[in-house]
T-cell receptor
Framework: NAGVMQNPRHLVRRRGQEARLRCSPMKGHSHVYWYRQLPEEGLKFMVYLQKENIIDESGMPKERFSAEFPKEGPSILRIQQVVRGDSAAYFC?????????????FGPGTRLLVL | GQNIDQPTEMTATEGAIVQINCTYQTSGFNGLFWYQQHAGEAPTFLSYNVLDGLEEKGRFSSFLSRSKGYSYLLLKELQMKDSASYLCAVMDSNYQLIWGAGTKLIIKP
């Protein structure tokens, strides 16, 4: 059973460009979470999605950031017009369902560097 | 508000024992998780506590006291590879994980 997959593992963008991060959850998992981690800091929750639904986006900046989890295909975290402060590691995690104390399993992360 | 507190950094000696504490205040409680994160890598699951008491898993043990809003992770027979950050996370009433900032554990020979 493949784990959570993220790509790309590393992404370099210039200021003003768009960054698109992909996450494929573990097989059988229908819940996806995105986190951001700045160097030497803890994980910060961004958004929680189920297939075709955003459940909680309270941790996501109101502008430039968006997320989706379509019926088919991976979850996408999209950052428009990137700025240097967006440089961070972005982790995706998945779990089987909401009403469960199931562990969240993490992908390897995408390290975004904005020049 | 919701809050998870854990020390920023700890140092211990190879072969020794170390206890990493975590205190929490959250809206509801559906369990407490400990994760290990090596530098540059993803967090990996270590333990889950939902009832009071001690859960032992090899060299690692995790303790929970719900009435005190307190947990600790105990690492025995420390090895150099245990150098990592240890993240405490609490699942709240909405089944969302609230994360602490992590404790960086440095192991010295």
């Amino acid at each position: 059973n493949a784990g959570v997959m993220q790509n790309p593992r590393h992404l370099v963008r210039r200021r003003g460009q768009e960054a698109r991060l992909r996450c494929s959850p573990m097989k059988g998992h229908s819940h996806v979470y995105w986190y951001r981690q700045l160097p030497e800091e803890g994980l910060k929750f961004m958004v929680y999605l189920q297939k075709e639904n955003i459940i909680d986006e309270s941790g996501m900046p109101k502008e430039r950031f968006s997320a989706e989890f379509p019926k088919e295909g991976p979850s996408i975290l999209r950052i428009q017009q990137v700025v240097r402060g967006d440089s961070a590691a972005y982790f995706c995690a998945s779990s089987p369902r909401l009403d469960s104390q199931e562990t969240q399993y993490f992908g390897p992360g995408t390290r975004l560097l904005v020049l | 508000g919701q809050n998870i507190d854990q020390p920023t950094e700890m140092t211990a000696t190879e072969g020794a024992i170390v206890q990493i504490n975590c205190t929490y205040q959250t809206s509801g409680f559906n369990g407490l998780f400990w994760y290990q994160q090596h530098a540059g890598e993803a967090p990996t699951f270590l333990s889950y506590n939902v009832l009071d008491g001690l859960e032992e898993k090899g060299r690692f043990s995790s303790f929970l006291s719900r009435s005190k809003g307190y947990s600790y992770l105990l690492l025995k027979e420390l090895q150099m590879k245990d150098s990592a950050s240890y993240l405490c996370a609490v699942m709240d009433s909405n089944y969302q994980l609230i994360w602490g900032a992590g404790t960086k554990l440095i192991i010295k020979p």
